[in-house]
Each structure stands twice: as structure tokens, then as C-alpha cells.
């Protein structure tokens, strides 16, 4: 029996993959749906995406167009006003500058790249018109950040570099998105401790204020109670 896997929930750490020219043994998802969302990447600051693909069945649907859509998400936030104050200032922004992109596929396996400007979420998307659950097709998909290595190729013929002023370019770039990725976790963990702040004093005044509620409607309700035996015996 086919089966489709989950939708797979990315937290795309910029400093992970700077290997990303391999793209075999990519994770197949059986696409039972004509606009099949299969991956979220949370992207923490601006950086350069490479989605590399492999779609084995494309052969057997020569006459059939592939797309590749990704589309910006932006979270409203997580229901604590000051926190998502900054939130939705932050994201401003990177409304702004992120566009949605529909690349067509024309081979079976490569890669799209997407400048992001983060922070951002996004969704990324398979479009083919053919999927089904009765007529299921695979694909893989892998998210890396940064330059591949035919970059640096370039950088090195270009300017004459030699194989150590290479490695020290590279270097840079992995402590540039180091940098930005620590400087996310720094946002949200600030966020969490506003949020935690703001749940504090709510549970440290509610009580309060319930006691008061309570005292206050049994003083009312015996007032009433005894001004109305005082009619009642005279």
C-alpha cells in the first residue's frame, strides 16, 4: 500500500551544509497531490538557499511539466502583544524583499536557488498537475545553505587565489552565518523570556483579582440576605 510521508519541518541552521554539489541519496516523499507542500524551512537571516531535487519518475512523464514553487510564510506570533510587537517588526521588512518563486523543472535531478531574506519561513512546494493517490510520483528534496563549492571555483579562477586564500574565504563566510544564526537564537530566546514574563504576571495578578471578585459578591449576597430577614421580621 503507497503512503505519503509527513510534511517535513526544517529548522534550516545556515552553517550546516557546505557540501551541497551531492545530491544523490536524497529522501524520496511519495507526492499524492497535485500541489504537494513537502518541506518548511525557517530561514534566521539573509542568506542564499540551494533546493536541490531529484524527481525519478519525470522520465515516465515526458509530456508533463514539474514545478518547484516556494512561497514566504510569516508567523503572527505567539499571542503575547509585546512580543509579537517586535515579532511583526522584525518580519516587516522581509515581507517586502521575499518573493514567491514557481521554477519549472526541465531534468531530473538540479538544484533552484532562493535568495532569502530572513527572518523568514518558507514553504516549499511540488506542482504536478499528473499526481494522485491512485497515480503517486517520488521526489526528494534537500535544503542547503551558503555557496556551493563551483562558486569558490569561480572566485579562485577569477581572481587567481590559491587553494589556502580559498579556504580562508570560505572560513569567512562560515563565521558570517554563524554569526547570523546565533543572533536568531538570541531573538527568540528573547522572545520566549518576554512571553514567560507576561504569562508570569498575568497568573500573579488573576488570582488576585478572582479573590477579589469572590469576596466582594459574598459581602453583596449577605448584605442582601440580611436586609431582606430585617423587612421580613418587621
Avoid at 542568506?47 to 509530456?63: C, F, G, Q, S, V
Avoid at 519549472?104 to 523568514?120: D, W
Avoid at 572560513?171 to 536568531?184: A, L, P, R
Amino acid at each position: 500500500m503507497l503512503y505519503s510521508i509527513p510534511s517535513l519541518s526544517l529548522f534550516l541552521l545556515l552553517l550546516t551544509s557546505h557540501h551541497p554539489h551531492q545530491t544523490h541519496a536524497l529522501p524520496h516523499t511519495l507526492i499524492e497531490h497535485s500541489n504537494h507542500c513537502t518541506t518548511h524551512v525557517e530561514v534566521p537571516a539573509d542568506t542564499l538557499l540551494n533546493i536541490y531535487y531529484e524527481a525519478p519518475d519525470m522520465k515516465l512523464h515526458e509530456h508533463e511539466k514539474y514545478s518547484l514553487v516556494i512561497t514566504p510564510s510569516y508567523d503572527t506570533g505567539s499571542g503575547n502583544r509585546k512580543a509579537d510587537r517586535k515579532h511583526r517588526q522584525r518580519h516587516a521588512s522581509a515581507a517586502k524583499k521575499n518573493k514567491r518563486l514557481v521554477q519549472p523543472l526541465n531534468t531530473p535531478t538540479g538544484n533552484v536557488q532562493y535568495e532569502a531574506f530572513g527572518p523568514i519561513t518558507l514553504n516549499v512546494c511540488v506542482r504536478f498537475r499528473g499526481a494522485s493517490a491512485s497515480n503517486p510520483i517520488r521526489f526528494g528534496l534537500r535544503v542547503a545553505s551558503g555557496r556551493d563549492s563551483a562558486y569558490y571555483k569561480e572566485k579562485a579562477v577569477d581572481g587567481h587565489l590559491t587553494s589556502l586564500q580559498v579556504q580562508l574565504m570560505k572560513g569567512v563566510d562560515d563565521i558570517e552565518d554563524m554569526i547570523k544564526v546565533s543572533e536568531f537564537t538570541r531573538r527568540v530566546e528573547q522572545d520566549f523570556y518576554d512571553h514567560n514574563l507576561s504569562v508570569y504576571s498575568a497568573s500573579q495578578w488573576w488570582p488576585m483579582i478572582q479573590t477579589c471578585v469572590i469576596l466582594g459578591t459574598g459581602v453583596t449576597t449577605m448584605l442582601h440576605m440580611v436586609s431582606f430577614f430585617n423587612k421580613r421580621v418587621f
